[in-house]
């Protein structure tokens, strides 16, 4: 309508842009004035109307826009920086009849006759009598640009480095009026030293004058330079100053002038724990050795960045990396003083940087993840939902308590400032770099739905500046009738057995009663039973037969209830016998997690990796990859450590399902136990692709025990039944804590000079640990095994010490073999003590027999004390830890070719984070497209490499977000070197 054409006129709305048409009720007539347009009248088949283009043109440059404002204001119009621009013309409506809305096509009354043509010629041709000439209009001029003045600040300043790194430079800008002009954005660029704390880069900014007219940067430099800093408002927008753009006539002048005396420079004098800064001596005396130390403000040692540091001929170091330490908070210098042993303890600084200060990073929450089913679910049914709330910044949250969201099928979209979603989780703590998981239950009905998350919904933590990463989704939710995608699958929310597809019963005769209830989207099993070990079964079993290769994973919510070896999981067998072979991954009660098979139908059963302490719930995994089995565990059901693998021809099709029993078929005790199963998930199909080989350098550990803490009362074996092996003769005790021990919580081997009485026998007492090996150790791989243990000493005897032994034992049981002594006995004086201490071996390091020997063989690791007969030894153990590891090996380096390597660091809330499993690849112009990940300290390397010039780019996802990092490096014949190209990986 006119009125809205003229509000959006009038108000000056931006970038406004329309059309609007009048309509004549007739033709001008001779000796008649025009007549006038009808508004909201679009007009009539064949008459006359008039249109009107008009369009609010937004003004950016922003010294045209004060002009603007200014001259809007004083025509009483509101002040917006727009210029309307308008254009006006007549023509006939040669048909078209169009109504306002829903309004009725409008009328004139009695249409006037329309004339029909007649041919030229006779009286001639009939014209139209002109409405009259149109309005003319002439365009106002837009005023030429007024005379303007910029002025820059100080015109010369000089600095002494390193204590005067920076200096602040002001430009300050009026308009004709000589009246400060705000808002203006100045550019301001420098020929050397940069515009942030690492002196370099960048060297072009922009700034806003304030309210004084004025805009003030700060420049710095690291290193002897001078600068020439110009000023000038940017019009053309190119980021280079043009000529006839406003400046100051005579640039300013930065010095920055070497002290004279040793000095240091350090890129960053501000930083963030775990950032990288780099460090340079100059001008220090030659022939010199320094150490080069991380000190506080007072003085006191942090950290030595490098020891015995030769200066090159100028008396200069150069660009030493160092990594703030993660704790550091403070005011800090680097000092460099002359090498000693220990390094940095010199009395005297040779040299030292300006002050550096390090701030804690903001807290960075987010949501991680929101574990919803990936297949099609029951509709009008709760789905239980774990949500993923990651704390990515390296700082504690504590005592403040902040909300975090679900939201399903939300009204607007994301973010929600202080929104509440159908489900809000609060948690008042969250580590540094820690993941928390709250569960909910969410009620889905039919259809695709979306969901969302989002952490610190009510922003009561103080974050990040941006704060824009905190919000995840959107996640699509799939509720549809019909079977579960894998047709094996089950979320157990049926709330009863789908008997078409699994059966439930006994195997080996375990007594009468078992039965699965399934209510509340989980599955749980009750019944006695046996032994699951040994040559045959006694357990209730529930199953499925799956033909080929399976992926097969449930998570254990509760149980098993029962003996100590009771057990509750995942098992794959050749048919119901109770004898029958089988592969099995089971919670036990009181051991955690075991792994076992039988390889043959009345074959015995063995462990084929360690058992493993876990918490509930746990998730449990089998694979299957023709008669390959590998076995896997998890704390969140999406991030899985693989335990080992066993072959077993178990044949094409298999029993597959979840196994339970108490190890008890008292009918007074059995009742009251149960396990509980939920989310029971089995695809099929082509197994998974094969990983990929693993990069140089790269160690993977397997934990093959540990023993914290041996606290039980007096007179005790730790623990009574459990995997310690010990010996305990007279005159020879093995025993943990109280009295008489004085010792509490440590396994005690006491030596007296006790022996038999009938055969002069002397007492040795032992302590054995068996393990097994993992069961590949490759060949070419650096093989460890390493041993770490606590130690205490108490010889009380009146005679020479009786010492400790540590040895390797093959085969199992009690009898003694031969092993390998590993360290020798203390030797102190008469009634001496040896306070405690940590002990750490390679237990295979003096062995003739190479660690890949023993594959997948059982071993025992034994703490055994000779006895002499005479002394009265004591000696305790505790915190015992012995694990394997395996490290690839790097290749020789090849003279006529070059390697590339170094750091992958990740940009995670503005804090520079080394990081594991960064994909990262190499290549060169028509050439051979190389592939690694980094390794465990976020190292990558690429080895012997043909010359050249290479791009290496990275990427990882960390929490649902992909970063992403490129360098180029030149590769040259017999450099080796892999620590100096770093990559920094950004969000992209």
Known sequence: SNSEFQDSVVNSAPNFFGVRI????????????????????????????????????????????????????????????????????????????????????????????????????????????PSGPPPTYTPTPTPPPQPQRLVLEPDLVTNTLPLEPSHQFTAQVWDEFNQPIEGLPISFSTDA??????????????????????????????????????????????????????????????????????????????????????????????????????????????????????????????????QIPTDAEGRYRVVSRESTSPACMGATDVAQSEIITVQPPPPDLIIERIGVPTYPITPNTYITVPVYVRNQAPVVITGTTFDNDLYLDPALAPPFPSQPGVYKAWLNSIGANETKVVTTVLYVEEGVHTLWGQADTSNRVNEETQEDNNVTGPITVTAVCGPPLFPYGDGFWDESLDTSRWTFTGIGNPGGGGQVIEENGTLTIVGPGGSIWGTSDRFWFLYQRVTGDFDISVKINWGPGGAEWAKAGLMVRRSTAANSRRVMVMKTNLHGLQFAYRSSDGGTTRRFANDTAVSLPVWVRLVRQSNTFTAYYSSDGYNWTAAGSINVNMGNTALVGLAYSPYTTRSSQWPRYSANFDDFDCPVGDPPPPPPPRPPGLQVCNQLFSVNGLEVGADEWYPPNGPWAHGEEAGAVVKSGGPPVPYDGAYMLRLRDDTNIFDGTVYHPWVRQEVLMPAEIPTDTINTAILSFARYVDNRGADDPDELDLR??????????????????????????????????????????????????????????????????????????????????????????GSIGGQTTVLLAGIPTAMSGVNVWAYAPGGELYYTYSIQDGTYGFYNLPPGTYTVYAEVQVGGRLYTGMIQVTVTAGDHSTNNDHILLLPS
């Open 22 to 129: 009048w309509g004549f009720d007739r033709f001008q007539q001779p000796g008649e004035p025009p007549p006038t347009p009808i508004p909201d009248h679009p007009g009539l088949q064949g008459l006359p109307i008039q249109v009107e283009v008009i369009h609010n043109v937004a003004i950016l440059d922003p010294i045209f826009q004060r002009v603007i404002i200014e001259t809007r204001r004083l025509a009483g119009l509101p002040p917006s920086p727009i210029v309307t621009v308008r254009a006006t013309t007549q023509m006939i409506n040669e048909g078209v009849q169009v109504g306002m809305g829903d309004s009725p096509v409008p009328t004139f009354g009695t249409p006037p006759p329309i004339n029909t043509p007649t041919p030229c010629g006779g009286g001639g041709c009939p014209t139209n009598t």
């Open 193 to 322: 030293g940069g515009f942030s704390p690492d002196g370099v880069s960048p060297r072009y900014i922009e700034v806003n004058t304030d309210s004084a007219g004025r805009a003030t940067v700060t420049i710095y430099a690291n290193e002897p330079v001078t600068a020439t800093i110009r000023a000038w408002v940017d019009v053309n927008g190119d980021d280079r100053y043009s000529v006839g753009e406003i400046t100051d006539a005579s640039p300013s002048t930065k010095v920055w002038n070497p002290p004279g005396t040793p000095w240091i420079a350090v890129s960053h004098i501000e930083a963030i724990p775990l950032q990288h800064i780099r460090v340079s001596l100059y001008d220090h005396v030659t022939p010199g050795s320094y150490d080069v130390c991380f000190i506080t403000e007072g003085g006191s040692l942090v950290e030595v960045i490098a020891s015995n540091v030769s200066v090159d001929a100028e008396g200069n170091a150069l660009n030493l990396d160092y």
């Open 808 to 897: 390797i034992r093959q085969g199992t049981g009690d009898a003694r073999t031969a092993g390998t002594v590993i360290q020798e006995g203390i030797q102190l004086a008469d009634g001496a003590q040896h306070d405690w201490e940590v002990v750490t071996r390679d237990l295979f390091a003096s062995d003739l027999t190479p660690s890949y020997a023993y594959a997948g063989q059982a071993l025992q690791i034994e703490f055994y004390a000779p006895n002499d007969g005479t002394a009265d030894t004591w000696y305790f153990l505790d915190e015992l830890y012995f694990e394997v590891c395996m490290e690839e090996p790097r290749p020789q380096p090849e003279p006529d070719k």
